[in-house]
């Protein structure tokens, strides 16, 4: 069974704090990491990818991925009110590394 | 900047009729995929497809659905005989293939009644 965990939430901070995302995933074959956005009604939109252990920084967003613990985050510096949104945390794996499994997703409210 | 199309943006059938789903890559691409949405729940893996045939499938994947490449341009899903269950938006993508960094086109909202 390939899970991808995330907690619901929904989180709320504050315009400007940090808003911190967490993904667990159980198939440990799992190559590649993604971070969605998805707006209500919408399709889900590519933040960051990631396929290393350690951090990686794209503006003000910050994914960090540790294979040993099968854990995946999603660090958002600076929020604004339009980062409101659900994020959805993807793994890729499958023995041709083509197949994907997305968590629940994390609603996230950035509050002016 | 290219984009995934999917048409139409909504289909509404009876249980147990047929509706094909249509969706455009975009050109260079050489990864399909078929997810589907239930209203409030995860987006769902359905299938993924790579040279002509189908490279991996869901348990949700059965009989039930196909999927095929008709031309050079389009990537299609069928689903033969609609459920009330079938209900969802139904989401494509591709890749380009030399990273896994999908793009989703904009959805289908299937409603059966």
Redesign the interface.
């Known amino acids: 069974q390939k899970e991808v965990e995330q907690n619901s939430g929904p989180l709320s901070v504050p315009e400007g704090a940090i808003a911190s995302l967490n993904c667990t995933y159980s198939d440990r074959g799992s190559q590649s990491f993604f971070w969605y956005r998805q707006y209500s009604g919408k399709s889900p939109e590519l933040i960051m990818f990631i396929y290393s252990n350690g951090d990686k920084e794209d503006g003000r967003f910050t994914a960090q991925l540790n294979k040993a613990s099968q854990y995946v985050s999603l660090l958002i510096r600076d929020s604004q009110p339009s980062d409101s949104a659900t994020y959805l945390c993807a793994v890729n794996v499958g023995w041709t590394g083509n197949q994907f499994y997305f968590g629940t997703g994390t609603s996230l409210t950035v509050i002016p | 900047e290219p984009e995934v199309t999917q048409t139409p943006s909504h289909q509404v059938t009876q249980m147990g009729q047929e509706v094909i789903l249509r969706c455009v890559p975009i050109s260079n691409h050489l990864?399909f995929?078929w997810?589907r949405q239930i209203l409030g729940?995860?987006?769902?893996?359905l299938v993924?497809f790579?040279n002509n045939e189908i490279?991996?499938k869901?348990e949700i994947f059965d009989d039930q659905f196909s999927v095929e490449r008709p031309d050079g341009s389009n990537f299609t899903l069928k689903i033969r005989s609609t459920k009330l269950e079938d209900s969802a938006m139904y989401?494509c993508a591709s890749i380009e293939g030399s990273?896994?960094?999908?793009?989703?086109?904009?959805?289908t909202r299937l409603t059966v009644l």
């Open positions: 990864y995929y997810y729940q995860k987006v769902e893996f993924s790579y490279s991996e869901s989401f990273t896994d960094t999908q793009y989703f086109g904009p959805g």
